[in-house]
């Protein structure tokens, strides 16, 4: 037997899943601060972080890592943040990552298998220095 969840309770995350995807630092960490958990995760195991990460917003990830968000969290395809910021070229958002303490090794694919499956060698060279 399976709970039904609260509608309630879905409306409110998927708000707060979109605040991480649109970068809208401050009103996601309204609700961090007033208890959503800072590794909440949706239905596909993305966290917030990831969420941010992989939309280009370094301050979002930032903020949630300053409030106790793991930078390496795997979704449940094995999937860092890390590695999606990788995919997608945010630099800001990788740099944030590794200062947050995300290691380029995690995951599958990693973020070193990424930047060597699209040449970024700058970013294989970053990552020899973390």
Known sequence: MTEVPDPEVVELATKIFDLAR???TEA???YVDA???ANLTNDRGDSLVMLAAYHGHSEAVRALLDRG???D???DRGQTPL???VFKGEADVIKVLLEGGA???AGTPSAVDTARM???TELLELFGEH
């Open 83 to 85: 590695a999606g910021a």
């Open 35 to 37: 208890g959503v958990p």
């Open 103 to 105: 290691d380029p090794s």
């Open 73 to 75: 969290r795997v979704n």
């Open 118 to 120: 699209f040449g970024r």
């Open 22 to 24: 649109r970068g809208q």
């Open 28 to 30: 996601l960490v309204a």
């Open 69 to 71: 968000a793991e930078a």
